[in-house]
């Protein structure tokens, strides 16, 4: 069952970065579906995803925690990445994704 009063944190930083790919439609559908979908929620943190690595621009990820056993959420994980690849194009998916973080929750 979907939770309306679910926390959602945008860190300044990653709004900052929304703003200028215009995805803020994109960040609500995804959140939607994490609601909607994946079991357990705890929290939902939208965060900006420096890739140090990689170089270039900022990315901005959407954290999703759960309190749901590992184990149980190996099909949620695989159903989540098939969701996003086949509704999203690679121009969005460059700079925005979706992680699903089961177990214990984190603190925060």
């Given at each position: 069952m979907a939770s309306t009063t679910l926390p959602v944190t945008v860190e300044p930083e990653a709004a900052a970065r929304l703003a200028e790919l215009g995805f803020q439609a994109q960040v609500d559908r995804m959140i939607d579906y994490a609601r909607q979908n994946l079991p357990h929620l705890?929290?939902?943190?939208?965060?900006?995803?420096?890739?140090?690595?990689?170089?270039?621009?900022?990315?901005?990820?959407?954290?999703?925690?759960?309190?749901c056993p590992f184990d149980e959420a190996l099909q949620v994980v695989r159903e989540l990445d098939r969701w996003q690849i086949t509704e999203f194009p690679p121009?969005?998916?460059?700079?925005?994704?979706?992680?699903?973080?089961?177990?214990?929750?984190r603190a925060g």
């Open positions: 705890v929290r939902i943190e939208v965060v900006l995803n420096d890739r140090y690595d990689m170089g270039g621009e900022p990315g901005v990820a959407i954290e999703v925690y759960s309190q121009e969005v998916l460059e700079h925005l994704h979706m992680d699903y973080h089961p177990g214990a929750d």
